[in-house]
Protein backbone atom coordinates (compact mmCIF):
# COMPACT_ATOMS: atom_id res chain seq x y z
CA UNK A 1 0.00 0.00 0.00
CA UNK A 2 1.67 3.13 -1.25
CA UNK A 3 1.99 6.10 1.39
CA UNK A 4 -0.96 8.40 -0.13
CA UNK A 5 -3.12 5.36 0.36
CA UNK A 6 -1.99 5.03 3.54
CA UNK A 7 -2.46 8.16 4.03
CA UNK A 8 -5.86 8.75 2.87
CA UNK A 9 -7.35 5.30 4.73
CA UNK A 10 -6.51 6.25 7.84
CA UNK A 11 -7.77 10.30 7.30
CA UNK A 12 -11.10 8.30 6.84
CA UNK A 13 -11.40 6.93 10.59
CA UNK A 14 -10.94 10.66 12.37
CA UNK A 15 -13.79 10.77 14.45
CA UNK A 16 -15.94 13.90 15.03
CA UNK A 17 -15.75 13.72 18.65
CA UNK A 18 -11.56 13.89 18.55
CA UNK A 19 -10.15 17.35 18.87
CA UNK A 20 -7.35 17.43 16.47
CA UNK A 21 -4.44 17.58 19.08
CA UNK A 22 -5.93 14.19 19.81
CA UNK A 23 -6.71 12.86 16.68
CA UNK A 24 -2.48 14.39 15.86
CA UNK A 25 -1.32 11.57 18.14
CA UNK A 26 -4.12 8.85 17.42
CA UNK A 27 -3.16 9.42 14.22
CA UNK A 28 0.69 8.77 14.68
CA UNK A 29 -0.60 5.57 16.67
CA UNK A 30 -2.66 4.05 13.39
CA UNK A 31 0.13 4.87 10.87
CA UNK A 32 3.10 4.05 13.43
CA UNK A 33 1.14 0.54 13.50
CA UNK A 34 -0.52 -0.01 10.17
CA UNK A 35 1.89 -2.52 8.19
CA UNK A 36 1.60 -4.93 10.99
CA UNK A 37 -2.10 -4.99 10.06
CA UNK A 38 -2.55 -3.54 6.67
CA UNK A 39 -2.37 -7.93 5.63
CA UNK A 40 -4.59 -8.30 8.40
CA UNK A 41 -7.32 -7.03 9.90
CA UNK A 42 -7.76 -3.04 10.08
CA UNK A 43 -10.65 -3.50 12.59
CA UNK A 44 -7.91 -4.89 15.22
CA UNK A 45 -5.74 -2.86 14.71
CA UNK A 46 -8.59 0.52 15.18
CA UNK A 47 -9.79 -0.82 17.85
CA UNK A 48 -6.26 -0.89 19.92
CA UNK A 49 -6.09 3.25 18.82
CA UNK A 50 -9.41 3.59 20.31
CA UNK A 51 -7.69 1.40 23.52
CA UNK A 52 -4.96 3.57 23.20
CA UNK A 53 -6.66 6.98 23.58
CA UNK A 54 -9.30 6.60 25.90
CA UNK A 55 -6.26 5.50 28.25
CA UNK A 56 -4.29 8.62 27.37
CA UNK A 57 -7.02 11.00 26.61
CA UNK A 58 -9.57 9.67 29.21
CA UNK A 59 -7.71 7.73 32.09
CA UNK A 60 -9.38 4.21 31.12
CA UNK A 61 -7.73 1.61 32.34
CA UNK A 62 -7.92 -1.59 30.44
CA UNK A 63 -6.54 -5.38 31.60
CA UNK A 64 -2.98 -5.37 32.06
CA UNK A 65 -1.86 -7.32 28.62
CA UNK A 66 -4.16 -5.50 26.99
CA UNK A 67 -2.62 -1.88 28.60
CA UNK A 68 1.14 -3.88 27.80
CA UNK A 69 0.67 -4.36 23.89
CA UNK A 70 -1.09 -0.90 23.71
CA UNK A 71 1.84 0.92 25.37
CA UNK A 72 4.00 -1.13 23.43
CA UNK A 73 2.63 -0.38 19.93
CA UNK A 74 2.79 3.46 21.42
CA UNK A 75 6.34 3.53 22.44
CA UNK A 76 8.15 6.89 21.52
CA UNK A 77 5.17 8.79 21.03
CA UNK A 78 4.93 11.58 22.64
CA UNK A 79 1.68 13.42 23.44
CA UNK A 80 1.92 16.92 24.53
CA UNK A 81 0.05 18.18 27.70
CA UNK A 82 -1.59 14.91 28.22
CA UNK A 83 -4.33 15.24 30.92
CA UNK A 84 -2.98 13.83 34.44
CA UNK A 85 -5.17 11.27 36.13
CA UNK A 86 -5.53 10.27 39.49
CA UNK A 87 -7.04 7.17 41.15
CA UNK A 88 -9.64 7.84 44.61
CA UNK A 89 -6.82 6.45 46.47
CA UNK A 90 -4.37 9.18 45.32
CA UNK A 91 -6.72 11.74 45.64
CA UNK A 92 -7.22 10.65 49.65
CA UNK A 93 -3.87 10.05 50.17
CA UNK A 94 -3.24 14.04 49.19
CA UNK A 95 -5.91 15.45 51.68
CA UNK A 96 -4.19 13.17 54.45
Known sequence: MSFQNCAYLVQKFQ???????????????ILRNLSEFQNTNID??????????NHVF?????SQDLMEKVKE????IEVEDAPVFKTQDEIMKQRS
Open 15 to 29: SISKSEKQWKFWREF
Open 73 to 76: MAED
Open 44 to 53: HLLSLSIVWA
Open 58 to 62: LGCHY
